[in-house]
Antibody, heavy 120, light 108 residues
């Protein structure tokens, strides 16, 4: 059964960076893309971008371009999302999810989420 | 960007009711529409993809329909575990997608 397990909660100061990991199991990692979605407190879902686990191609939402980097390590079936220049507006739960790109535009399964709190 | 608008934003209903949630796209997205359920403090879960294909394990009381710009999620007979927030998501614009703002389904 496919599963994604994310790294733990983070507290960061404004201007800092955060890197969240997402370890996949139960499926062939390189057969699917990984998307990243965030959810601010009490708010809806926002797609940040996508990475192909097959060849590392990335596509970022315009809002995050220049500030986000998504990578994968196929040797450990792990995807990473780094977000830089954090502000309080980046306080949110960050999810990774299998899917996006050519592997179907729906997300399933999702990681358990990583709460990133940005506070001085 | 394609905007997704759900209606209503919130809805009160009783166990056993038939409920319909609507999702409208700002331009045609063919059948590239997916639905998710999110319970408080939990991870979103895929219910339906490509407008009407029920994800494995999802009860048959859930159904989806529509095409182009107008889509619906129907729950034929509400159960206590169905009270949650529902999101639609367009998957036309590979690979950056947009979600609706959500519909919170509450117990009457």
């Amino acid at each position: 059964q496919a599963q994604l397990v994310q790294s733990g909660a983070e507290v960061k100061k404004p201007g800092a960076s955060v890197k969240v990991s997402c370890k996949a199991s139960g499926y062939t990692f390189t057969n699917f893309g990984v998307s990243w979605v965030r959810q601010a407190p009490g708010q809806g879902l926002e797609c940040m971008g996508w990475i192909s686990a097959y060849n590392g191609d990335t596509k970022y939402a315009q809002k995050f371009q220049g500030r986000v980097t998504m990578t994968t390590d196929t040797s450990t079936s792990t995807a990473y999302m780094e977000l830089r220049s954090l502000s309080s507006d980046d306080t949110a739960v960050y999810y990774c999810a299998r899917g996006g790109g050519g592997s179907g535009g729906w997300f399933d399964p999702w990681g358990q989420g990583t709460l990133v709190t940005v506070s001085s | 960007d394609i905007q997704m608008t759900q209606s209503p934003s919130s809805l009160s209903a009783s166990v056993g009711d038939r409920v319909t949630i609507t999702c409208r796209a700002s331009q045609s997205i063919s059948a590239y529409l997916n639905w998710y359920q999110q319970k408080p403090g939990k991870v979103p879960e895929l219910l339906i993809h490509t407008t009407s294909t029920l994800q494995s394990g999802v009860p048959s009381r859930f159904s989806g329909s529509g095409s182009g710009t107008d889509f619906t999620l129907t729950i034929s007979s509400l159960q206590p575990e169905d009270f949650a927030t529902y999101y639609c998501q367009q998957s036309l614009t590979i690979p950056i997608y947009t979600f609706g703002q959500g519909t919170k389904l509450e117990i009457k």
